[in-house]
T-cell receptor, first 113, second 121 residues
Framework: ETGVTQSPTHLIKTRGQQVTLRCSSQSGHNTVSWYQQALGQGPQFIFQYYREEENGRGNFPPRFSGLQFPNYSSELNVNALELDDSALYLC????????????FGPGTRLTVT | AQKVTQAQTEISVVEKEDVTLDCVYETRDTTYYLFWYKQPPSGELVFLIRRNSFDEQNEISGRYSWNFQKSTSSFNFTITASQVVDSAVYFCALSEGGPGAGGTSYGKLTFGQGTILTVHP
């Protein structure tokens, strides 16, 4: 059984640029959630996708957007990058949205300069 | 609004000591789920346990045990006979649901700030 994978591992961008992060869900999981984890903090929920539709969103501005594909993989897009966007971005997959346990990938470390 | 508080920022123990990590939560939901995750230095969050609000039975898994008490809104985690490999950041989380697409509910995890556990040899 393949776990959750994310790419790239690390990324350095300049303020104002755009970035796309990718996530492949665990086999059999149809729900993907994205979290932002700043240094020394707990992860913060960005949004969740279930069967290719946004299925809930946290307190993040519209410049954070996403997609889910028919194979349940997902992308997180961030436009107009700000310095405060520097963080570890975690993707988690689970069954059927809802309140099942979420399995996390290794994360993408984004640095905005 | 839902909230999770892990009052212990850092804990340092010597190998073989028992250690308890505290977690207190706030929610208005009558049905909710609580979780513990471990984050080793590699960064990947590792799922440890899920507990629903109707099941107050304590759970033991090897050296790990969890004590859920609704009366005090606490969900504490104990490691017995700690080992160096237990060194990590531990997060308690609360699942918040709501109406989602197609009539489903979504599970947003609200995390605490985490407790850094260091086990010395």
């Amino acid at each position: 059984e393949t776990g959750v994978t994310q790419s790239p591992t690390h990324l350095i961008k300049t303020r104002g640029q755009q970035v796309t992060l990718r996530c492949s869900s665990q086999s059999g999981h149809n729900t993907v959630s994205w979290y932002q984890q700043a240094l020394g903090q707990g992860p913060q929920f960005i949004f969740q996708y279930y069967r290719e539709e946004e299925n809930g969103r946290g307190n993040f501005p519209p410049r954070f957007s996403g997609l889910q594909f028919p194979n349940y993989s997902s992308e997180l897009n961030v436009n107009a990058l700000e310095l405060d966007d520097s963080a570890l971005y975690l993707c988690a997959s689970s069954l059927q949205g809802g309140r099942y346990e979420q399995y996390f990938g290794p994360g993408t470390r984004l640095t905005v300069t | 609004a839902q909230k999770v508080t892990q009052a212990q920022t850092e804990i340092s123990v010597v190998e073989k000591e028992d250690v308890t990590l505290d977690c207190v939560y706030e929610t208005r939901d009558t049905t909710y789920y609580l979780f513990w995750y471990k984050q080793p230095p590699s960064g990947e969050l590792v799922f440890l346990i899920r507990r629903n609000s109707f099941d107050e039975q304590n759970e033991i898994s090897g050296r790990y045990s969890w004590n859920f008490q609704k009366s005090t809104s606490s969900f504490n985690f104990t490691i017995t006979a700690s080992q160096v490999v237990d060194s990590a950041v531990y997060f308690c989380a609360l699942s918040e649901g709501g109406p989602g697409a197609g009539g489903t509910s979504y599970g947003k995890l609200t995390f605490g700030q985490g407790t850094i556990l260091t086990v010395h040899p």
